[in-house]
């Protein structure tokens, strides 16, 4: 009989997940034996779209060589990671007529560089409701931090200070999703509720979106948290450092405590043709003011501007030569 996965490790109590061969804080080896059967588990086939670089869970017997987007051709990854699923999903309060009438406003707002025929003449192809995949993460660190500041400081503009502090980093999000960019994730992000996810088994009504599974598994979920970790704290650090001016702020920041849980985020993924070519846009799928994507340029507007910028330029040289 297999021992059974510890909960927490045994030496600085993070909490552990099946899998971990190591504690993700300290590094400590988990005491559990192979499972024989581990190499049955389940390992995730990716298509890649070459041209917008959205990604769909794939099978073999699908036979599905195009994105489900943009339309161009895709490629196979096959990541090493065992499959990972949200536990948790945030509900949509953006329903599919909101969000068609938010993206056909968003098509007449492209400003003066956009085709004019571009809300008119847009061809919306499809509107999928869509919940990617994300890590929520809680974290205490401490922080180890130096910096210059004119505080003390005598005949010199600066002086050295020093100093450590604890601090505390809630609800973090880190992006783990196979449709939507880190761009386009990072942009929706600081406008969700997360306190209204629910588990998955509760969570129902319409739309029915397509949950995903996650691209980004915990290894290298774990290198972007301690990134963010730091940049956060590079700027929560600074309400210690003494005076009132400072400078080289430098810091070094050790995780004591981590905690992670698998979300679901909602956005609804418009994909529309303008003349032949292929767009997307975006809309978020608690906030339908949140909207942004791809649009085509009329480029025969660029030249025009091109054309007059280089006038008054030469027109601003002449001035100055006659002066």
């Keep these: 009989m297999m021992p ?3 909960a927490a490790c045994a030496r600085c109590e993070t909490a552990l997940e099946a899998g971990d061969l190591r504690c993700a804080i300290c590094a400590l080896p988990v005491p559990v034996a192979r499972d024989a059967d581990a190499d049955a588990v389940p390992r995730a086939q990716v298509l ?21 987007f943009c339309g161009a051709q895709m490629a196979l990854e096959r990541p090493i990671d065992p499959i990972e699923a949200a536990r948790l999903v945030l509900p949509f309060a953006v329903d599919r007529r909101t969000a068609e009438a938010v993206v056909r406003g968003w098509l007449g707002r492209r400003g003066w560089l956009a085709p004019r025929t571009l809300q008119s003449e847009a ?5 999928t409701p869509l919940s990617w995949a994300a890590w929520q993460v809680s974290a205490d660190a401490r922080i180890a931090w130096t910096a210059d500041s004119d505080a003390g400081a005598k005949r010199s503009a600066w002086a050295p200070h020093a100093g450590e502090t604890e601090l505390g980093f809630r609800d973090i999000v880190v992006p783990a999703s196979r449709g939507l960019r880190e761009t386009e994730c990072r942009r929706l992000i600081p406008f969700y509720d997360l306190a209204s996810a629910v588990s998955v088994s509760a969570a129902a009504g319409e739309p029915a979106p397509m949950i995903e599974s996650f691209d980004a598994q915990r290894s290298a979920a774990r290198a972007q948290v301690s990134r963010a ?8 650090v600074e309400r210690h450092i003494p005076g009132r001016r400072y400078r080289n702020v430098r810091i070094a920041c050790l995780i004591e405590r981590q905690t992670t849980e698998r979300v679901a985020l909602p956005a609804w993924v418009l994909a529309y043709r303008y003349r032949g070519a292929a767009y997307r846009a975006i809309v978020h799928g608690q906030r339908p003011e949140i909207v942004f994507g791809t649009s085509p340029i009329d480029w025969i507007k660029v030249g025009a501007l091109a054309v007059v910028a280089a006038l008054v330029a030469a027109l601003i040289a002449l001035a100055i030569g006659i002066r």
Excluded: Y
């Design 123 to 127: 061809m919306i192809e499809s509107l």
């Design 4 to 6: 059974p996965v510890p």
């Design 48 to 68: 890649r779209c070459q041209d917008c670089g959205a990604a769909i869970a794939f099978s073999p017997e699908a036979q599905a060589p195009r994105c489900g």
């Design 229 to 236: 970790v730091d940049a956060m704290a590079r700027v929560r």
